[in-house]
């Protein structure tokens, strides 16, 4: 079966500085991994994906994600964060013969000024 | 594209009623999704509607639960003699198809059984 950890429920990181959100999966079948962010109030949205090619993916706002296969992970990085990156974010998974999307349980993320 | 949206965004209800939802995907999405999330949990899958076809169902869903898309267009999703339980958010996605699309989400409905 198909899952997705978080391993901390909290980050908190100083504006201005790096910051990276741990994933790693579990699948028996090659992933399709994402990201997505979630703000007070509002539905999911899109960051970004992996499918395949460069382990490197780069999506929305400046995050960017790598992909690792040898380790199962796909940890969500900025080089810069700001106030404003302060969510909740949710790695996916998705296996290419499912039609289903596996949820991890979200890492809050927390930039102080 | 005005996104996905649901209807209502709150439902309060006592134990035992029944309460329907409705979701309006993205006009040319042809794939549908309804994921039930608690707090501080991720979306838990619920159900998937390729056009009007219910394709698959999670074994989450109990009997009490009931999910159609008759036309390929709207959805609605329904919860019979709610239990104190099935309170969480309710949320809707919809994608163009293909295994790697992305998800659109709408805001989600918050039920709360009393």
């Known amino acids: 079966a198909q899952s997705v950890a978080q391993p901390e429920d909290q980050v908190n990181v100083a504006e201005g500085n790096p910051l990276t959100v741990k994933c790693t999966y579990s699948?028996?079948?090659?992933?399709?991994l994402f990201w997505y962010v979630q703000y007070p109030n509002r539905g999911l949205q899109f960051l970004l994906k992996y499918i395949t090619g460069d382990n490197l993916v780069k999506g929305s706002y400046g995050f960017e994600a790598e992909f690792n296969k040898s380790q199962t992970s796909f940890h969500l990085k900025k080089p810069s964060a700001l106030v404003s990156d302060s969510a909740l974010y949710f790695c996916?998974?998705?296996?290419?013969?499912?039609?289903?999307?596996?949820f991890g349980p979200g890492t809050r993320l927390s930039v102080l000024p | 594209d005005t996104g996905v949206s649901q209807d209502p965004r709150h439902k309060i209800t006592k134990r035992g009623q029944n309460v329907t939802f409705r979701c309006d995907p993205i006009s040319e999405h042809n794939r549908l999704y309804w994921y039930r999330q608690t707090l501080g949990q991720g979306p838990e899958f619920l159900t998937y509607?390729?056009?009007?076809?219910?394709?698959?169902k999670s074994r989450l869903l109990s009997d009490r639960f009931s999910a159609e898309r008759p036309k390929g267009s709207f959805s609605t999703l329904e919860i019979q003699r709610t239990e104190q339980g099935d309170s969480a958010m309710y949320l809707c996605?919809?994608?163009?198809?293909?295994?790697?699309?992305?998800?659109?989400f709408g805001s989600g409905t918050q039920l709360s059984v009393l």
């Open positions: 699948v028996s079948g090659n992933p399709y």
């Open positions: 996605a919809s994608s163009a198809g293909g295994n790697n699309e992305k998800l659109f």
């Open positions: 996916a998974v998705r296996v290419n013969y499912g039609q289903n999307f596996v």
């Open positions: 509607f390729q056009n009007e076809a219910q394709l698959e």
